[in-house]
């Protein structure tokens, strides 16, 4: 079994391929976020590097988000497109466990934090467990500054990872117990993607394409200009 992994959730766009055998390509770039023009070449770099055909991928996997709207539209709909041409089922994934999976085995609490602009963040918190993490809290919409009182509250030790807890890095900096996890895992991993997407499908977790269900949180930004223009 094939997996192909396309994530187009925050400033960085990747994709990966793999399988039983793990990881055997994968392709990421911030630069310019321009993830239109990237992506499909990404792809064929993938499916080129793995030496793969295709018509040879069974599943597609993709970032659900949260994430910023005109990167995950861009990320879905080719996703979506794929899986229609190749007539294969698909599996989607919170962006947010995605960045959380890198550091699964911390015996901290994991608190994904990804920018949401407008001064906000998307955030959901998880625990280590056998084979990766668990999710403990819904993902949520939320300030820097209620984030950082939630996580002064808890008592616990902390470990955050995410754009968002780098970009607010000072706000979180004088927090107890509170630490930040390397820049490199800054963004969710398309390898990570087909990591988690494996396990999925080995257990038949699939969707058709026209099941698929993005998790934006929050209205796309335009929208929201439009109702503060006509209020």
């Not at 590097?49 to 991928?57: G, S, W």
């Not at 008592?155 to 004088?174: K, M, N, S, T, W």
């Not at 820049?183 to 026209?210: D, K, N």
Request: glycine content about 8%.
């Amino acid at each position: 079994m094939l997996i192909l992994g396309i994530e187009s959730a925050t400033a960085q766009v990747g994709c990966a391929v793999g399988g039983h055998e793990g990881v055997l390509a994968s392709c990421h770039t911030s630069k310019g976020r321009r993830h239109a023009e990237n992506l499909a070449p990404q792809i064929d770099f993938v499916r080129r590097q793995a030496r793969i055909e295709l018509e040879e991928i069974s599943v597609v996997a993709i970032d659900l988000g949260p994430g910023l709207f005109t990167g995950l539209r861009v990320g879905i709909a080719t996703a979506m497109a794929m899986a229609h041409a190749l007539n294969v089922p698909m599996i989607g994934v919170s962006s947010l466990d995605l960045v959380a999976f890198p550091v699964r085995f911390t015996s901290r609490l994991i608190v994904a934090v990804l920018d949401a602009r407008r001064g906000e963040v998307f955030s959901a918190c998880y625990r280590h467990v056998p084979g990766g993490v668990q999710r403990i809290t819904e993902p949520q919409v939320i300030t820097p500054e209620d984030l950082a009182g939630e996580l002064q509250a808890t008592g616990e030790d902390v470990l955050l990872v995410g754009d968002g807890a780098l970009r607010y890095a000072d706000l979180f900096a004088d927090l107890k117990g509170v630490d930040m996890a390397d820049h490199g895992l800054a963004h969710p991993s398309a390898s990570s993607l087909v990591q988690l997407a494996h396990a999925q499908a080995l257990r038949e977790e699939w969707v058709q394409p026209w099941e698929l269900q993005p998790m934006y949180l929050r209205k796309p930004d335009a929208e929201i200009n439009w109702i503060r223009r006509d209020s």
